[in-house]
């Protein structure tokens, strides 16, 4: 599904990785860690098409639907629970098209966007959209509140259920336990692990990315290593992996 052949990343003047070669299949979950700095984010941007790569390929299907959790809340007037359901941008577009045809008496196509309404589960968007907002921790009578008066904590949870609301083939959540309390973290977990799609996670959180991933990405030295298995299975299979190359470099020096 996500593709990367040969590929290199140079940020300035700083080279990130590069022949860099590995597929995330539909179904994968991916812990993407590394040192700070060796660019997990910038995969991240690059996969969203904010920049290219500078060699290699990048591939994904174009009818791929990506979600990434935004880092900013604006701070508006708009209340919790609207704003959480607009990360759904395709339904808003159906509901704001059938406003349209209302006003302009458009019966004809009323018909098929009311279908269409239905086929997108429109009609439990309002109920989906609430119950992210209380696994995250929000109170009914927050949900009425405008985003202006969360505290900027608050207003990332916001963007991670905006985020969560959204239908994706691909998930990309950069440290989403940051501002979150034990409960929230737990409710995150049992979440992604329903999630049916592809997902790539950055987080320094290892009992979560041992919860939550069943592969991980490492980055360093300028590679990115794919490893099978949760983060403790990493551990162990990179610890193997150097005390190998150690090994064979000792008998090196001794021959």
Known sequence: MLSFNNLSLRRGSSLLFENVSFTVHKDN????VGANGTGKTSLFKMI????????GTFK???DLKIACLAQEVPGTD??????????????????????????NEDYGSLGELH?????????????????????????EEEFVKPLKDFSGGWRVRLNLARTLMQPADL????????????DAIIWLGNWIKSFRGAML????DREFLDECVGYVAHIHSGTIELYKGNYSQFEILKAAKLAELESNYSKQQRE
């Open 29 to 32: 979950k991916v812990g993407l």
């Open 48 to 55: 969203q098409g904010e920049f290219e790569s500078d060699e």
């Open 60 to 62: 994904y299907p174009p």
């Open 78 to 103: 708009e209340q919790a629970l609207p704003y959480v359901m607009g990360g759904d941008k395709k339904l808003m577009e159906i509901e704001k098209a059938i406003l349209e045809a209302e006003l």
């Open 115 to 139: 279908a269409e309404f239905e086929d997108h589960d429109g009609f439990t968007a309002k109920s989906r959209a609430e119950k992210l907002l209380v696994g995250l921790g929000f109170s």
């Open 171 to 182: 998930l990309l959540l950069d440290e989403p336990t940051n501002h979150l309390d034990l």
């Open 201 to 204: 996670l950055i987080s320094h």
